[in-house]
């Protein structure tokens, strides 16, 4: 019988499926385990469901042991995977994506409007019982309707903001390193990065964290843009130099920027936390019931997959061994 290590308490239909197909070995508690209780939980285990906070390295693949056949993140991001261990080892990775792009392209759009409206500060203001009075200077920001909305990376999450940009009346133009599928129902122009920065109202990341895409953001880009625009960042914290930003920030170099993720999450830079042109959450993306319990059940699809000797749905490409 196939045995899950399940290292968070899932939601969803995702610990009946797994039920039903093996054995499930879970953590106790809705809390964030310590790595020796992860560590002892994949020993021995044929495959682990992790979440993007389990460190997926060489000591977690030793304490697992031999027989671990899988690792089935439970998150389309799967930075916390060292792919090179896991094809070496000939483990199969798999990830969520799809499921939550439009939860996750709702919360990016969220930050947009909040941070080109300045809500965080405005709502700041009137929490903390500060006098105020409707004035033509008054917390004005910057209207989206025609502007140019860059978005970098233009997959599945990408594209959505795309689209919830056009309802907004922006236009969209987009870095990639190949052209995307959804360039021609976006109307989307494909330009290089440097362009997309200088000539951009928002820039929107939507790309995964690798060697290649780390601090990809940083001083010489955010000098790149204009002081108007609004960088915002759902994908990964270290797509962006924190200490860069903050300066840029501090410096009025640009408008602003809207922040769910951070590089040394759940630290966040003291830095930011001083600065009132800044919008920060808390990697809430993909926060919702309904995609919470599609991303649980779609990696307990991929695992239960595997169990069985099958393709998994979700299967992350593996380098060479
Ligand atoms: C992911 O799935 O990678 C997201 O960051 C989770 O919110």
Redesign the pocket.
């Known amino acids: 019988m196939t045995t899950f290590a399940v290292t968070a308490a899932l939601p969803g239909r995702a610990p009946e499926m797994l039920a039903e197909a093996g054995e499930v070995r879970d953590v106790p508690g809705a809390g964030r385990p310590e790595r020796e209780e992860l560590l002892r939980l994949v020993e021995g285990a044929d495959i682990a469901l992790t979440m993007?906070y389990v460190r997926v390295d060489e000591e977690f693949l030793d304490a697992a042991g031999e027989g671990l056949r899988a690792v089935c993140n439970v998150?389309?991001?799967f930075d916390n995977v060292d792919l090179a261990a896991c094809a070496r080892r000939g483990i199969v990775v798999t990830n969520?994506p799809g499921v939550?792009d439009d939860a996750t392209a709702d919360l990016a759009f969220a930050l947009i409007l909040a941070a080109r409206r300045r809500l965080g500060e405005a709502e700041r203001l009137v929490r903390a019982g500060e006098p105020w009075e409707w004035g033509m200077g008054f917390m004005v920001g910057h209207d989206l309707r025609g502007g140019r909305l860059g978005i970098v990376g233009l997959g599945g999450i990408g594209a959505r903001v795309g689209a919830r940009g056009r309802g907004f009346g922006l236009e969209v133009a987009y870095f990639g390193r190949r052209e995307s599928p959804h360039e021609a129902e976006l109307e989307a122009t494909r330009l290089d990065l440097d362009e997309l920065l200088a000539t951009s109202d928002v820039i929107s990341l939507h790309t995964p964290l690798t060697p290649e895409t780390q601090h990809l953001i940083g001083a010489r880009e955010l000098a790149l843009m204009k002081p108007t625009a609004t960088l915002v960042n759902t994908a990964r914290g270290a797509v962006v130099d924190e200490e860069a930003l903050v300066e840029a920030l501090r410096e009025g170099r640009i408008a602003g920027a809207g922040l769910d993720v951070y590089e040394d999450e759940p630290s966040v830079n003291p830095g930011l936390l001083e600065l009132e042109n800044v919008v920060l959450l808390p990697?809430i993306?993909?926060a919702t019931v309904e995609t919470r319990a599609a991303m649980a059940e779609l990696a307990a699809r991929n695992a239960i997959a595997i169990a069985r000797g099958e393709e998994p749905q979700a299967p992350v490409p593996l380098p060479d061994a």
């Open positions: 993007l998150a389309v991001g969520t939550l990697h993306g993909s």
